[in-house]
């Protein structure tokens, strides 16, 4: 059994290769989120009333779901692409 990667050969050992994937998944999600989240504002800067309180959750709420739509397209991205094979 392999326990790294060669570096003279493509293959890695299965959860390696698992992790590779799960990072490159988070790294498009951070991406995606950064970049869709940048004219949202900060709600919760402008005021500390309950109304604004009310506004920052609703905003994180929606923060949340663009993430997590980041993580789906991260996986269909990686699905198409295939980067970590030969």
């Known amino acids: 059994m392999q326990t790294q990667c060669s ?31 940048r004219c949202i504002g900060t709600p919760f800067l402008d005021s500390l009333t309950e109304e604004q309180k009310q506004i920052k959750k609703k905003s994180s709420k929606q923060r949340a779901n663009i993430f997590l ?18």
């Open 69 to 86: 739509y980041g993580i789906i397209i991260g996986i269909i991205v990686l699905h198409v692409v295939h980067p970590f094979i030969s």
């Open 7 to 37: 570096s003279n050969m493509y293959s890695c050992p299965s959860h390696i290769m698992a992790f590779a994937y799960v990072s490159m998944i988070y790294l498009i999600s951070c991406v995606f989120y950064l970049v869709v989240t």
